[in-house]
């Protein structure tokens, strides 16, 4: 590997992300993406970046020959989050993909997951998805794809282990005889080092695998006994996967925002795949219970920590249809144009150049002023800063964005960073609520007008 090549790492505070950081700070130049973090640790330069801000990821990535795309967003990024995470996991992508054309990177480095060949999760298709705005970038994209990754810190190992250690006994459900397959942290960490720069890597999709075909059923038995734990086990015939949510998050110790799909997933069997003959040599651990002596069989259970926000953050991402594939700056007219239709000229939209003022009919003081920003064209995307109004508490944090992502032909409506000046729990149960069905009945608009549209020209004929 070409030690004056310039790597950046979006998720490197992650398990992932971490050993990664580990393994290359000694021979090349690592910066490291963080929210929170900045300064050189770990032999890496740490840069503060908001991902979910093109701007800031931009910057992040200036002077970067390599990225790897470690980010999966399952858990909240603020203390209000509206919408589904496979749609901020699009918007994510679609940042970081465009920031990457923006400033000539080489290689997009993807760990995705295992795509089974029938039934799909959420959590699953949503991987997929990102796959697929990566590689429309038309830059060298390598993706990996790994079922469980076995190591101390990783999450879906963590929760594993600590079932078997905090369960009274182990109820089996149908799910739980899935097939997966899993890889050692070491291995895949060898295989990302590997796919660096490695033209015979760019665009491919690799499977980051072991080769061994379990079922999740054979992964509890393997920890049990690893860690010297003798409890009954029971199988059921049957999937109740709320039962399993909620005793999940509360012996496994994890945020249910993060159990919840990985559950689903667990419904679906994992294709297997033999070793790719590109990586053979790199998998050293072809069984997963040759894994287990490599990890530390430590019975100490750390408390669970929350996650905190710094202030009373609102983000809101909707996902919308656009079947006559308009433009975002037509989405955004069209939107302003039937909101007022929609409140029955409750409110009132006045536009002023580049300035949008909402207001509540018979008031004279706005609601919401809204500044229309100018985006690079290629961007795909409109996007108004929230600059004042009583329904907001600041006049320099927040903005209403529509865009396009690119290559998978999906829109998404979003508001980021938006601070209320409601008091947080009257907000929660009026504004957010009103502006989440807001954007729904926006949805349905826009699929009605494809609806009647189709009627029209089928009318036609006839």
Known sequence: MNKQLKITIA???????????????????????????????????????????????????????????????????????????????????????????????????????????????????????????????????????????????????????????????????????????????????????????????????????????????????????????????????????????????????????????????????????DIPPEIENLILFRKFEDMLPEIKKEKSIKKKTFKKFSGNTVRSIQRLPNPYDLEVDEICDLYFTWLPSYMKNLIKVYPDKNILTFKLAGLNTPLLVLSRQEDDNDLDRLKLHIKGGILSKTDNTGWLEFRKVHGTGETLASINEFVPSLPWYIYRYSQALIHLQVMHKFGDFLERDRKEGKDREETKSD
């Open 11 to 273: 998720g490197a505070s992650g398990f992932v992300g971490k050993n990664l950081i580990d393994s290359l700070s000694s021979v090349c130049q690592v910066k490291a993406l963080s929210r929170s973090r900045e300064g050189e640790k770990d032999g890496a330069l740490w840069k503060k970046a908001d991902l979910f801000s093109y701007q800031s990821t931009e910057e992040a990535l200036k002077d970067t020959d390599v990225a790897f795309y470690l980010v999966h967003s399952m858990l909240p990024s603020s203390r209000l989050f509206q919408g589904e995470f496979q749609d901020t996991d699009l918007l994510l992508a679609d940042n970081f993909a465009k920031a990457c054309i923006k400033n000539n990177v080489k290689q997009i480095i993807y760990l995705g997951g295992l795509v089974p060949e029938k039934q799909v999760s959420k959590h699953l298709e949503s991987r997929r998805e990102v796959e697929d705005v990566f590689k429309a970038s038309k830059i060298a994209t390598t993706v990996l794809r790994a079922g469980m990754v076995a190591g101390v810190g990783g999450s879906s190992f963590e929760i594993l282990r600590n079932l078997v250690l905090n369960l009274p006994c182990m109820v089996l459900p149908k799910w739980t005889a899935s097939k997966t397959q899993a890889i050692y942290i070491d291995d895949l960490i060898r295989v990302m080092i590997h796919s660096i720069d490695n033209k015979d890597f760019f665009g491919k999709t690799i499977n980051a695998v072991n080769g061994e075909e379990l079922t999740y059923a054979d992964l509890i038995k393997s920890v049990a006994k690893h860690l010297d734990v003798k409890k009954p086990m029971f199988s059921v015939p049957v999937n109740y996967t709320s039962f399993s949510k909620l005793w999940v998050k509360i012996f496994g110790n994890a945020d249910y925002e993060l159990v919840s799909p990985l559950i689903d997933s667990l419904l679906c069997n994992l294709p297997h795949h």
